[in-house]
C-alpha cells in the first residue's frame, strides 16, 4: 500500500532457549559451561531469524537492544559450527554407543524436552528448527507447549522444565539485576535458571548504583563477554519492530526507542488532514 511506511528497526525484546543449570549434565562446573557452549554452538540463528522470522530479525549475544548504548560493540552471536559442537560433547563423554545418532554418557541418552507456551506459533517454530539442529550433533530434542498461565505459573516460576523458550523485554534503562544477580535464584525469583556468577553480581551491583554512563557501558560491556562465555541463556534473535503509519504524518523520526517517543510532535499537511477539532 502506497499511502503507508512500514518503519523497521530492532525491536525491544529477545527471545532465547535456556537448559537450567540442575539439568543432568548442565551444572554450573566447566563441564557443564562446555556442554553449553556446544550446544550454543550447534544452533543456526541465521536459519531461525530467516526461516521463523521471515528476515524480519538479527540474531542476539546478549541480553540488551542492538544500537543501544549499552550494547557490546565488538561481540558477535555464536556462528553455528557443528563440527566444534560434537568435538565438546565428545571430550565431555558422550558417545553414540547404540548407534541411533543419540549421544550417551553412563549409559543415559542426551535428551530433554524443551517447553513453551501454546499460540506462540513463534516460539514453537523455533523449538522445532531447536529440535532438528541439535539432533544432528546427537541430542534428542523433544517439544511441549502448555498454556500461558500454567506455563509461566506451574512451570517457569517452580523451575519445572529441562529446558524452555521464552523472550523478554529490553528496557530503556539496562538494568538486568533482576534477571541475572543470584540473590534472585530463589522460587518466584527471575533468575529462574539459578545461574550464579560472583563476578557478574559484582559489575551488575556498581552498574545500577553510578549514574555515570561511561562507566555503565564499561560495566555492562564485561556483563556480556561473562554472558557469552558461561552460556546460561542461549539468545537467539531480536525480532524487528515493523509499526505502519499513514504518508500524510510528517516530524516521524526514527530512534532506537521506537517511533512513539516524539508523538506529540507528529503533525499532517492541512491539504492532507482529514478530520479538525471542534471547540
Not at 149 to 171: M, P, Q, S, Y
Not at 215 to 223: D, E, G, K, M
Not at 237 to 260: D, E, H, S, T, W
Request: hydrophobic share 40%.
Amino acid at each position: 500500500d502506497s499511502s503507508v511506511i512500514a518503519y523497521s528497526q530492532a525491536g525491544s525484546s529477545f527471545q532465547s532457549f535456556v537448559i537450567p543449570e540442575r539439568l543432568e549434565h548442565f551444572g554450573n562446573d566447566e563441564e557443564g559451561q562446555l556442554r553449553r557452549q556446544a550446544i550454543s554452538m550447534a544452533i543456526n540463528r541465521d536459519e531461525i531469524v530467516k526461516g521463523v522470522l521471515l528476515g524480519q530479525g538479527v540474531p542476539a549475544f546478549g541480553p540488551f537492544k542492538p544500537g543501544s548504548w549499552a550494547y557490546h560493540p565488538t561481540l558477535k552471536p555464536v556462528a553455528q559450527n557443528v563440527a566444534a559442537a560434537r568435538a565438546l560433547l565428545a571430550e565431555a563423554g558422550f558417545r553414540d554407543t547404540g548407534g541411533d545418532g543419540v549421544l550417551t554418557k553412563d549409559g543415559r541418552p542426551l535428551a530433554f524436552t524443551i517447553l513453551t507456551n501454546q499460540g506462540n506459533e513463534q516460539r514453537i517454530l523455533t523449538a522445532t528448527v531447536i529440535q532438528s539442529q541439535l539432533r544432528a550433533v546427537g541430542i534428542d530434542v523433544r517439544i511441549r507447549t502448555v498454556e500461558w498461565a500454567a506455563f509461566i505459573r506451574e512451570f517457569v516460576n517452580k523451575g519445572r522444565f529441562d529446558a524452555v523458550i521464552l523472550g523478554w523485554t529490553i528496557t530503556q534503562d539496562p538494568d538486568i539485576f533482576q534477571v541475572w544477580h543470584s540473590s534472585q535464584a530463589h522460587d518466584g525469583g527471575l533468575n529462574f535458571t539459578h545461574y550464579k556468577n560472583p563476578e557478574l553480581d559484582r559489575l551488575l551491583e556498581e552498574a545500577r548504583s553510578t549514574p555515570d554512563q561511561a562507566v555503565r557501558t564499561r560495566l555492562y560491556a564485561r556483563v556480556q563477554e561473562i554472558l557469552a562465555d558461561d552460556q546460561p541463556y542461549c539468545f537467539l534473535f531480536v525480532p524487528y519492530a515493523l509499526p505502519v503509519v499513514q504518508r500524510r504524518f510528517m516530524g516521524i523520526k526514527p530512534a532506537l526507542a521506537g517511533i512513539m517517543y516524539n508523538f506529540d510532535k507528529w503533525w499532517v499537511p492541512k491539504a492532507l488532514q482529514r478530520y479538525e477539532v471542534v471547540e
